[in-house]
């Protein structure tokens, strides 16, 4: 099973004006990749979840289009969240029978 990849696009027509990270390097959900700039307003962009940068296929100074693909993280499949259990939390249900009083 290959861990998911989530493509770092741009959500804005501009000029990249800071990468922060490089291939290889662990990212955590939230944390900044990307600064890119448009009429004089910075727009971080952010992983949207932990993994491992696999691309960065833009550097300082580059023009970029709306949707425009910057960078490429693949998670860890040991970082995604497991997946809810069948087993009801009370035993399934079943529920010792209450003492008589």
Avoid: C, I, N, Y
């Amino acid at each position: 099973m290959t861990p998911p990849r989530t493509d770092v696009r741009s959500p804005v027509a501009g000029a990249v004006w800071d990468v922060r990270v490089h291939v290889g390097q662990a990212v955590a959900q939230g944390e900044v990749l990307l600064v890119v700039e448009t009429m004089k307003v910075e727009v971080p962009l952010v992983a949207a979840a932990s993994g491992t940068v696999r691309r960065v296929l833009v550097v300082r100074g580059d023009l970029v289009e709306e949707g425009q693909v910057l960078a490429v993280v693949a998670g860890s499949l040991l970082l995604q969240p497991a997946a809810p259990s069948a087993a009801a939390p009370d035993g399934g249900g079943v529920r010792p029978p209450m003492p008589a009083g």
